[in-house]
């Protein structure tokens, strides 16, 4: 961005009041990482506290870094600036770094900034994110930020020291899918019919939610833990975050391939307590023909068959309870209970109200643990259904022909 453009911004209003007008929230210019520095250095950012200018990137690459910029406190009294900055290694590597640094301006202060930044790994599509803002008082001992610039350099792109990690795979692009797998390995031989499998299963997902899903999701499959980890940094069989799904894929492991595809989709409907978000990409994921439970410690048994076993031994989680999670997986949240449970309980909704009710509240409700939302989310859950989730609880082991009396184990918390 021109100095003359920055200034004509300026000019026409923009500062602390106008968020985001010394530059767009995502801040991609499409250039490569030298035009990106360069455009970073041309940056005038403007408030009626303070001027910042030159910032400078450095020369970004793998490892320690250091940000730099011009700043003067334009008032004759203290101010706080707060530096945000956070490198993203960009396509499906982990992780990103953050950190942010509060810099103290005396009256009419002029100095030169800096702190240091770090890629952990970077590729071709990593990014720094710059944030700046003032620290205002808010109360004894607390203090707000007010941001009034957000800019992402994409500083990965045509870097020599970045790495493209999709170079080590074969592609396929399918109508909502970016596939890569691992040259060479099982799944690049069967690339295409895993696309036709998971693209049939994301159609089949977005009408069963009623949605259309015009975005695209990412499949990225490594042949074994070891490759996976020292490529991404994540330990573990796979995992799933925005539109990106990763995955071991081979003779011996193979996820559940519309659990965490559910998720993808069903987000574009809404983001509901764990009872319902987890419970639906289990319920789906059975009804779509794979071994839902297999992960969870239950293979070749069925959300109601599992669920069953737990009343017996009277290991259920109340509903009510189980409705104020915000997450399942967790060893607090007892999943191998959880998950099969939560999915009978979607599937009960579905048969006995139909998916049109089940769309609704999907829609309506938000996974949260704060108790106002908790008392919300029982309010619509009951003007939904009649009833609170406890009230549903003996129509639902009813209808899987389970003991409508059985004891209940120790409760069980969510994080």
């Not at 109200?353 to 919300?376: H, S």
Request: glycine share 10%; with cysteine.
């Amino acid at each position: 961005m021109s100095t003359l453009r920055v200034l004509q911004r300026l000019v026409a209003g923009c500062g602390i009041a106008a968020l985001g007008c010394a530059g767009s929230s995502d801040g991609s210019s499409g250039g490569d990482y030298q035009s990106e520095t360069s455009r970073a250095r041309l940056e005038i950012v403007v408030t009626p506290e303070l001027r910042v200018w030159d910032l400078d990137l450095g020369d970004p690459a793998p490892g320690a870094n250091m940000f730099r910029a011009a700043v003067k406190n334009r008032t004759g009294r203290p101010v706080t600036l707060s530096l945000d900055l956070r490198a993203a290694p960009g396509l499906w590597l982990l992780p990103n770094w953050q950190r942010q640094t509060r810099i103290e301006l005396h009256p009419y202060e002029v100095r030169l900034i800096e702190a240091p930044y770090e890629f952990t790994r970077m590729s071709v599509e990593g990014a720094l994110r710059v944030r700046l803002g003032q620290v205002l008082e808010s109360g004894p001992g607390e203090a707000d930020v007010e941001r009034f610039f957000e800019q992402s350099y994409r500083v990965g792109a045509g870097n020599p020291a970045a790495m493209n990690p999709a170079d080590y795979f074969d592609s396929l692009a399918t109508a909502h899918l970016d596939i890569h797998a691992w040259r060479g390995s099982l799944a690049a031989q069967q690339i295409r019919a895993i696309g036709e499998q998971r693209e049939a299963a994301l159609e089949a997902i977005a009408d069963e939610l009623g949605v259309a899903f015009p975005d695209r999701v990412r499949l990225v499959f490594y042949p074994d833990s070891a490759t996976k980890t020292d490529q991404t940094g994540h330990v573990g069989v796979g995992w799933a975050w925005g539109n990106n799904i990763v995955e071991i894929y081979n003779d011996l492991i193979r996820l559940n391939p519309y659990h965490e595809l559910a998720h993808v989709v069903a987000r574009r409907l809404g983001d509901p307590p764990a009872l319902l978000s987890e419970g639906f990409a289990t319920y789906v994921s059975e009804r779509l023909g794979a071994d839902a439970l297999e992960f969870f410690g239950h293979p070749g048994l069925t959300a109601d068959q599992v669920t069953c076993e737990s009343a017996g031994a009277g290991e259920l989680i109340p509903l009510d309870t189980l409705f104020r999670f915000t997450e399942i997986g967790s060893q607090a949240s007892n999943p191998t209970v959880a998950y099969p449970q939560a999915a009978s309980f979607v599937k009960f909704l579905v048969e006995r109200y139909g998916i049109d009710t089940f769309r609704d509240a999907y829609r309506m409700l938000a996974g949260t643990d704060e108790p106002g939302g908790v008392l919300a989310n029982e309010e619509a859950f009951a003007a939904i259904y009649g009833t609170v989730p406890g009230g549903l609880e003996r129509p639902w082991r009813q209808s899987m022909g389970c003991p409508v009396s059985v004891r209940r184990a120790r409760a069980v918390t969510s994080n």
